[in-house]
């Protein structure tokens, strides 16, 4: 990939900054030093955030737990830790935890994950509607359905 920015930097976990969703607590591990961005996250949401695409490339690692994954037309697949979601920009796709808690480490590259995460954790906080929720979303390209 030609054109990807990002700091030469060493963040240690004080760097980190906490978001917290109703069923996620996310962990931004590496924000606002270029174009590659690392969350790590727990989860114990059980029918996962609606339907998506957006405009950043994302991986997801499973590190502890079971995550079930859905990409675009596929129906749903599930794995433990070492499974592995790579997901271009654009591509349709959801995930959950079917029961229990699940670990996840999430790399994006491309526009920044973390203005809309933060975004998301204000309005869940706030008890916001659907549609400022979507209207949100939309703000940084990301396509709910």
Do not use: N
Request: net charge negative; no cysteine.
């Amino acid at each position: 990939m030609t054109g990807l920015q990002m700091d030469s930097v060493v963040l240690f976990p004080e760097h980190s900054e906490r978001i917290d969703y109703p069923d996620d607590t996310i962990w931004l591990r590496a924000a606002g030093h270029g174009d590659l961005q690392v969350a790590d996250y727990t989860s114990s949401d059980r029918e996962g955030p609606p339907f998506h695409s957006h405009p950043w490339d994302e991986a997801q690692i499973v590190v502890d737990g079971v995550v079930e994954f859905r990409i675009g037309d596929e129906d749903w697949v599930g794995g433990g830790s070492g499974t592995v979601q790579l997901l271009p920009r654009g591509i349709p796709h959801s995930l959950r935890v079917p029961e229990g808690e699940a670990r996840i480490i999430q790399v994006s590259i491309g526009p920044p994950y973390d203005g809309f995460a933060r975004d998301m954790a204000r309005l869940f906080a706030a008890g916001s509607g659907l549609e400022e929720i979507v209207a949100t979303a939309g703000q940084h390209g990301v396509r709910l359905g």
